[in-house]
Nanobody, 121 residues
């Protein structure tokens, strides 16, 4: 069974920083892209940042220059460093990974359970 386990959420004041981590565990063959999405109350889930297995990154316009996504392929872990946080960043943040269980399996999307990030003004 494959799991994505997130950590690092919490409450922070505006202007502060948080670092999210997401580790993939279980039995799988390979991971392609990994990313972070977020969903605020009453809003749709949106992409925050993504990174390919070779390190190419993609960011939502709203977080460019403030958030940094990185990954450690040896640890099957993706990180999101969030700086200059503002109340509009308040949301549940979800880890996402494109993975194959076996060499012959098709790629599938996996999701973490979500971690709450709350930014107070």
């Amino acid at each position: 069974q494959v799991q994505l386990v997130e950590s690092g959420g919490g409450l922070v004041q505006a202007g502060g920083s948080l670092r999210l981590s997401c580790a993939a565990s279980g039995t799988f063959f390979s991971i392609n892209a990994m990313g972070w999405y977020r969903q605020a109350p009453g809003e749709q889930r949106e992409l925050v940042a993504a990174i390919t297995s070779s390190g190419t990154t993609n960011y939502a316009d709203s977080v460019k220059g403030r958030f940094i996504i990185s990954r450690d392929n040896a640890r099957n872990t993706v990180y999101l460093q969030m700086n200059s946080l503002n109340p509009e960043d308040t949301a549940v943040y979800y880890c996402n990974a494109d993975m194959r269980r076996r060499s012959y399996s098709s790629w599938q999307q996996y999701w973490g359970q979500g971690t709450q990030v709350t930014v107070s003004s």
